[in-house]
């Protein structure tokens, strides 16, 4: 009997440990999702918006770091390799209801300003498998490419305070000279992008 009572308890801790495993990992997922709020610092100089878009004045603008790596296509990308353009990274994975939201405005946009000197990017996080993603490219007519970075290690090599990890999507805009010029956490409006892209499009 107390062999038993000994395997019903371990047993009882076994089915806890998973359980409590699953709500955390399903807290993760659920925080993952961007709400809009930053969680941004004083560092960052980021001026908040009321339109959803915080940006940064050209005196207190710092370089973008290193974005590099292989699109969903398997091609080497280098944000640097567009210097000259306005570059628009854009943070998603297929999995995230409010990506699904934003698709085709970033589609939309992205044509209308590609010949603009605008460069939209997708960097593509916590998907599993590559054709998780393609097939959400496919699906929504996505114009541009996107880095494939399945455990979200690029997101970290922005400034602390300029994007929040848990925050998906996420959006940063990147000025002609490779600076961080602005940027949105959470979803965006066509009209919300296009107020991001256009003053950017207009400095030289």
């Given at each position: 009997m107390s062999a038993c009572r000994a395997l019903s308890r371990l047993t009882g801790r076994r089915r806890t440990a998973v359980i409590a495993t699953g709500i955390a990992l399903g807290a993760l997922t659920l925080s993952a999702c961007g709400d809009g709020t930053s969680g941004g610092s004083s560092q960052t100089k980021f001026v908040q918006g009321k339109d959803g878009v915080d940006t940064v004045p050209v005196a207190d603008r710092r370089p973008a770091p290193d974005i590099s790596g292989d699109t969903l296509q398997g091609k080497p990308l280098k944000i640097a390799d567009y210097k000259g353009k306005v570059v628009i990274l854009n943070v998603w994975g297929s999995w995230c209801g409010p990506c699904i939201a934003e698709a085709a405005n970033f589609s939309k946009v992205a044509k209308e300003t590609e010949g603009k000197g605008v460069q939209f990017v997708g960097i593509n996080t916590r998907d599993t498998e590559k054709t998780q993603a393609t097939?959400?490219?496919?699906?929504?007519?996505?114009?541009?490419?996107?880095?494939?970075?399945?455990?979200?290690?690029?997101?970290l090599r922005f400034p602390k305070g300029s994007v929040n990890p848990q925050s998906i999507p996420s959006t940063i805009a990147v000025d002609r000279k490779g600076r961080i010029a602005a940027r949105s956490i959470g979803p965006m409006t066509e009209d919300e992008l296009r107020k991001m892209v256009t003053p950017l499009i207009a400095e030289k």
């Amino acid at each position: 009997m107390s062999a038993c009572r000994a395997l019903s308890r371990l047993t009882g801790r076994r089915r806890t440990a998973v359980i409590a495993t699953g709500i955390a990992l399903g807290a993760l997922t659920l925080s993952a999702c961007g709400d809009g709020t930053s969680g941004g610092s004083s560092q960052t100089k980021f001026v908040q918006g009321k339109d959803g878009v915080d940006t940064v004045p050209v005196a207190d603008r710092r370089p973008a770091p290193d974005i590099s790596g292989d699109t969903l296509q398997g091609k080497p990308l280098k944000i640097a390799d567009y210097k000259g353009k306005v570059v628009i990274l854009n943070v998603w994975g297929s999995w995230c209801g409010p990506c699904i939201a934003e698709a085709a405005n970033f589609s939309k946009v992205a044509k209308e300003t590609e010949g603009k000197g605008v460069q939209f990017v997708g960097i593509n996080t916590r998907d599993t498998e590559k054709t998780q993603a393609t097939v959400f490219e496919e699906q929504h007519k996505v114009p541009y490419p996107s880095l494939y970075d399945p455990a979200g290690k690029l997101m970290l090599r922005f400034p602390k305070g300029s994007v929040n990890p848990q925050s998906i999507p996420s959006t940063i805009a990147v000025d002609r000279k490779g600076r961080i010029a602005a940027r949105s956490i959470g979803p965006m409006t066509e009209d919300e992008l296009r107020k991001m892209v256009t003053p950017l499009i207009a400095e030289k």
